[in-house]
């Protein structure tokens, strides 16, 4: 097999695989669209307010 530039042994793309690297280094420090997407709002709001109302129970 040819070796071929700008790819690794397996067939990935380098200069992309920089690429993606260098626009998630713009998000250092923020939560990523991927976490973001993968967080369900509405559970996350019931789960809190069943948390808010068991401490308000054992109090």
């Known amino acids: ?14 200069q992309h695989v920089k690429q993606q690297n260098a626009q998630s ?7 990523g669209t991927e976490f973001a ?8 709001k ?3 307010q069943q948390a808010e109302a068991n401490k308000n ?3």
């Open 1 to 14: 097999m040819a070796k071929q530039p700008n790819k690794t042994a397996s067939g990935t793309n380098i």
């Open 25 to 31: 280094a713009g998000a250092a420090g923020q939560y």
């Open 37 to 44: 997407s993968e967080t369900d709002v509405q559970h996350v």
């Open 46 to 48: 019931k789960y809190n």
């Open 57 to 59: 129970q054992n109090s």
